[in-house]
């Protein structure tokens, strides 16, 4: 039989206690550090000549805001109120472009540059309905602009998908997402 006495368990569990406490601790700081050096990254001057620039709009993170896909008869492609809607997706005044640096350069936003594309894609569907247009480079380079965004973002949320039907169908309605909260990024532009 292993005889242990009391003061050596004492010891070995001060030491168990100190080394975890300094383990937390030491977690603590480079969680610390790393949210210091990312923001000192996100604060520092630049001169945008260039490549110095800046790579994100100087604001607070947007929190994360969970958001329920439906369908809507809102921001259609053609008709009464159409263009309304559609643009007030955009900031008053400025429509997503900002001006930054001492030489007053002018950089748009990339959401509003996605939203932009999305509103010259249902131009271009809307004139294709009324006349038979076919779509510009312009409307192309959208249609390619928000692929890419979209396969940036590679969002990983699992839709449902119906396979009563012929072809089977996504359905993306109800079903959450977990968002950046785009009121917090209107409300530090006004």
């Not at 008869?73 to 997706?89: F, I, K, M, N």
């Not at 692929?147 to 996504?170: G, K, S, W």
């Amino acid at each position: 039989m292993l005889f242990v006495s009391a003061r050596r368990v004492q010891v070995a569990v001060g030491f168990a206690a100190v080394f975890i406490v300094l383990l937390c601790v030491g977690q603590f700081t480079m969680l610390s550090l790393r949210s210091i050096e990312v923001y000192t990254h996100l604060n520092r001057s630049y001169t945008y000549e260039d490549g110095d620039i800046p790579e994100q709009l100087d604001i607070p993170p947007l929190p994360l805001a969970r958001m329920y896909m439906e369908d809507t008869v809102h921001y259609q492609v053609d008709g009464p109120g159409a263009d309304e809607e559609w643009d007030s997706l955009f900031p008053r005044g400025h429509r997503g472009y900002v001006v930054l640096g001492p030489d007053h350069r002018l950089f748009g936003i990339s959401v509003f540059h996605q939203l932009h594309c999305l509103n010259n894609i249902r131009f271009a569907i809307a004139a294709r309905v009324h006349n038979g247009t076919p779509p510009s480079s312009h409307v192309t380079h959208c249609l390619q602009y928000l692929r890419q965004m979209v396969l940036c973002r590679a969002e990983t949320t699992l839709e449902p998908v119906d396979d009563t039907v012929v072809p089977e169908t996504v359905r993306s309605s109800g079903v959450g997402h977990t968002c950046r909260d785009w009121k917090t990024l209107y409300d530090s532009l006004d």
